[in-house]
């Protein structure tokens, strides 16, 4: 019986061709379907939404192109998983048919039938290679914690979405390794979705899967999923995951839309982490959709972390999740002891406070390890002639190039614009141009002066090392630098907020941040909660030796100790810094109390960006419903332009979620109209942010 599937392609929103493309195929495909079809002289990747028997209103059945094949070889993606991309399309503003094809390993989108089908057997013979059974290497489970038994007791038995607020060191991944394996010995078709923030992240818990479930459920059983990973190797894990033969998916946010048809179990580990929103292309939230696709499929998911997203924390006050805590650190240790520096009793100048010196020679003398936390890359975050007053500008950017000492470079780092240092200020000639302020780089080698005289307890040097983007971007020189750590080999790591994530750094027993007062006064709201984050973060990182943690300390330098922010990580109090957070955001009419988008525009000028961002608001008076909604006048970003493109936003604001849902729904028709205001010429693109994390 001939049919007219209506086939999801890859158009944005904005290309006006609509969310679905209308075939004819002599008979009726299931949806979910993936086809090839003919768009304009191309032929591409489709997935067939549904497929009606007569032709849809509108269409001219006779002109209605054949779909050019169907593949087969595929099962169809699953009603749930179409709901999922239907779903983020909408709430992103962005088309259906964009997230579905955006979601899939690229590899797949080039392939035709014979190929696919090619592809296939080879993998199957690769996966029938490996060993199923494998030896002996399997790990054995530990016997749980009281706190770890009940915590998965309450994952099991929860309705809902669960928090599980676990200290750092508490044992969340036992928790989850043992809430994958019920999942997994219930259904033999059972998969789990693990997603961590970030692609460091990923080799060993995928090291630790393999090791407790290699042997139970055969070397295949595990797959990544990741942009780290060749087009080849996304393919092969997207393909095992999409006909079931993985049973766990371990993956960043793109993991998210993996096609899972027997999907068990989400865990979210970091839930806290800004790395699960995306800043390009459809700005989704990897956890937001955890917990959306959950309900869809009608399974778990669990957010996990020690210093839970305040949206998170407030849902579970509210009781739409679970709350189930960990407090205790595995092996007894306790968190770290807080030592504020008070910098207005300190020398002038002085980049690390004697006490904290001393206290730093100390435990090297001692054969301890020390972390030095500095949230600036480079040598110097600007080169300046004191002459004339010449500093260092990226020419494309209203930013300063940062000063590299390694290679003698300036480096822009928006967009990237590196020169060689010049010998004398380019405005005045003058020689003596130097760096102003203080990065990594400076402090390594600030660190190793400092420290000069100090004798581990062998007698030897002390040895520092850094690790930020800079030292780590090279393929592998991560792993070296971390097994550099692990073995003894360094004794003072001086990083970026890089170092804080995830890592388990045994013998390390004080952390200290240098320069934590910029979050404290930032504008950005979400400040205080990501720098108190990052501080419980790095000091988890202490200690996790219960021989050491006694001593452990956490060293804060501040010139404002009295910042109420600081009471609370002392007494690694979250609960009580998330409950007085809340109150300052629901008094200040901040999310989760107030619900935000962001109306963002590039272009060549200042004023057409904001020309374009202004005639999109007049356009909004005239919806019906504009007055639920709050539109700020557009702004400038703060970096306003970055790679010679100028850049504001425009900041919409409504008191529920439905609302500003409904609001963006009417505005984005009208949105495309605006872009031909003449106000709006050099616009170059726009983009809609909903629940952006940073204003
Ligand atoms: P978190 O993710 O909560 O910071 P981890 O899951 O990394 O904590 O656990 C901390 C350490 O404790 C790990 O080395 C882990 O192997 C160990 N561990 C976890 N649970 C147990 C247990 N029940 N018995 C013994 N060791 C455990
Ligand atoms: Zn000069
Ligand atoms: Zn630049």
């Known amino acids: 019986m001939e049919a007219w599937p209506s086939v999801l392609v890859s158009t944005p929103v904005h290309s006006g061709l609509g969310e679905v493309l209308s075939y004819r195929h002599p008979s009726v495909l299931p949806a979910g379907t993936l086809v090839r079809v003919p768009l304009g002289a191309r032929d591409v990747l489709g997935i067939v939404r549904d497929c009606p028997g007569t032709p849809p209103a509108g269409l001219d059945p006779v002109s209605a192109r054949p779909i050019s094949a169907v593949l087969d070889a595929l099962p169809p993606l699953s009603a749930g998983w179409l709901q999922l991309v239907r779903f983020a399309g909408q709430y992103y503003q962005r088309s259906m048919g964009e997230v579905a094809l955006g979601s899939l390993p690229p590899p797949l989108r080039d392939l035709d039938t014979v190929q696919l089908a090619r592809r296939l057997k080879r993998q199957e013979k690769v996966a029938a290679a490996l060993p199923d059974t494998p030896g002996a290497s399997a790990d054995v489970s530990p016997t749980l914690h009281p706190e770890q038994s009940a915590a998965l007791a309450g994952l099991l038995a929860a309705d809902r979405p669960v928090l599980l607020f676990g200290a750092t060191g508490s044992g969340k991944t036992e928790v989850y390794l043992r809430a994958a394996e019920a999942e997994l010995d219930a259904r033999p078709d059972a998969q789990v979705l693990v997603l961590v923030p970030e692609i460091n992240l990923t080799p060993q818990l995928e090291a630790r899967l393999r090791a407790r479930f290699d042997a139970r459920f055969g070397a295949r059983a595990v797959v990544c999923l990741h942009s780290g990973l060749t087009p080849a190797q996304r393919l092969a894990g997207w393909l095992a995951a999409h006909t079931g033969r993985a049973?766990?998916?371990l993956g960043t946010r793109m993991a998210v839309f993996a096609s899972l048809p027997g999907l068990r179990l989400i865990v979210v580990d970091e839930e806290h982490d800004p790395s699960y929103k995306s800043q390009d292309g459809a700005r989704?939230?990897?956890?937001?959709?955890?917990?959306?696709?959950?309900?869809?499929?009608?399974?778990?998911?669990?957010?996990?972390?020690?210093?839970?997203?305040?949206?998170?924390?407030?849902?579970?006050?509210?009781?739409?999740?679970?709350?189930?805590?960990?407090?205790?650190?595995?092996?007894?240790?306790?968190?770290?002891?807080?030592?504020?520096?008070?910098?207005?009793?300190?020398p002038k100048g002085a980049a690390l406070a004697?006490?904290?010196?001393?206290?730093?020679?100390?435990?090297?003398?001692?054969?301890?390890?020390?972390?030095?936390?500095?949230?600036?890359?480079?040598?110097?975050?600007?080169?300046?002639?004191?002459?004339?007053?010449?500093?260092?500008?990226?020419?494309?950017?209203?930013?300063?190039?940062?000063?590299?000492?390694?290679?003698?470079?300036?480096?822009?780092?928006?967009?990237?614009?590196?020169?060689?240092?010049?010998?004398?200020?380019?405005?005045?000639?003058?020689?003596?141009?130097?760096?102003?302020?203080?990065?990594?780089?400076?402090?390594?080698?600030?660190?190793?002066?400092?420290?000069?005289?100090?004798?581990?307890?062998?007698?030897?040097?002390?040895?520092?090392?850094?690790?930020?983007?800079?030292?780590?971007?090279?393929?592998?020189?991560?792993?070296?630098?971390?097994?550099?750590?692990?073995?003894?080999?360094?004794?003072?790591?001086?990083?970026?907020?890089?170092?804080?994530?995830?890592?388990?750094?045994?013998?390390?027993?004080?952390?200290?941040?240098?320069?934590?007062?910029?979050?404290?006064?930032?504008?950005?709201?979400?400040?205080?909660?990501?720098?108190?984050?990052?501080?419980?973060?790095?000091?988890?990182?202490?200690?996790?030796?219960?021989?050491?943690?006694?001593?452990?300390?956490?060293?804060?330098?501040?010139?404002?100790?009295?910042?109420?922010?600081?009471?609370?990580?002392?007494?690694?109090?979250?609960?009580?810094?998330?409950?007085?957070?809340?109150?300052?955001?629901?008094?200040?009419?901040?999310?989760?109390?107030?619900?935000?988008?962001?109306?963002?525009?590039?272009?060549?000028?200042?004023?057409?960006?904001?020309?374009?961002?202004?005639?999109?608001?007049?356009?909004?008076?005239?919806?019906?419903?504009?007055?639920?909604?709050?539109?700020?006048?557009?702004?400038?970003?703060?970096?306003?332009?970055?790679?010679?493109?100028?850049?504001?936003?425009?900041?919409?604001?409504?008191?529920?979620?439905?609302?500003?849902?409904?609001?963006?729904?009417?505005?984005?028709?009208?949105?495309?109209?605006?872009?031909?205001?003449?106000?709006?010429?050099?616009?170059?693109?726009?983009?809609?942010?909903?629940?952006?994390?940073?204003?």
């Open 247 to 249: 049973r766990i998916v």
């Open 284 to 346: 989704y939230s990897a956890r937001d959709l955890a917990v959306y696709r959950a309900k869809v499929e009608g399974c778990r998911v669990v957010l996990g972390s020690a210093t839970p997203s305040l949206e998170s924390w407030h849902a579970a006050e509210q009781g739409r999740y679970q709350r189930l805590a960990m407090p205790g650190r595995i092996g007894g240790g306790s968190l770290p002891r807080l030592r504020l520096v008070d910098m207005n009793h300190q």
């Open 354 to 695: 004697p006490p904290l010196l001393q206290a730093m020679s100390e435990r090297v003398a001692r054969g301890e390890q020390c972390l030095v936390l500095l949230n600036r890359r480079g040598y110097a975050p600007v080169l300046a002639c004191h002459a004339c007053g010449w500093k260092s500008g990226c020419p494309h950017c209203s930013a300063y190039r940062v000063f590299h000492k390694i290679d003698r470079t300036l480096r822009c780092h928006h967009c990237g614009t590196a020169s060689r240092v010049p010998r004398a200020c380019p405005d005045c000639g003058n020689l003596d141009i130097a760096p102003v302020g203080r990065g990594t780089e400076q402090l390594e080698e600030h660190l190793a002066e400092l420290l000069v005289d100090v004798r581990r307890p062998d007698g030897s040097p002390v040895r520092v090392a850094r690790m930020d983007a800079d030292s780590t971007r090279l393929k592998g020189a991560l792993e070296a630098q971390l097994d550099a750590l692990h073995s003894g080999e360094v004794d003072v790591l001086v990083g970026t907020q890089m170092v804080a994530k995830g890592h388990d750094f045994r013998r390390i027993t004080l952390v200290a941040a240098l320069n934590a007062d910029a979050a404290l006064f930032a504008s950005d709201h979400r400040a205080p909660e990501r720098l108190f984050a990052l501080l419980m973060q790095a000091g988890g990182r202490a200690g996790r030796d219960a021989l050491h943690s006694e001593a452990s300390e956490l060293w804060v330098q501040t010139w404002h100790p009295a910042h109420p922010l600081f009471a609370h990580l002392r007494t690694h109090d979250f609960a009580g810094f998330a409950a007085s957070e809340l109150t300052e955001r629901e008094a200040a009419g901040m999310p989760p109390f107030a619900h935000q988008a962001l109306l963002r525009a590039d272009a060549r000028t200042q004023e057409a960006a904001q020309g374009f961002l202004n005639a999109a608001a007049r356009a909004a008076q005239e919806l019906p419903g504009s007055e639920d909604v709050t539109l700020y006048p557009a702004v400038p970003l703060t970096i306003q332009r970055v790679a010679n493109v100028e850049r504001a936003q425009l900041l919409i604001e409504a008191a529920s979620r439905p609302v500003l849902q409904r609001f963006l729904a009417a505005w984005q028709p009208g949105l495309l109209a605006c872009r031909s205001d003449p106000a709006a010429r050099g616009l170059l693109r726009f983009a809609v942010d909903v629940d952006p994390l940073a204003l």
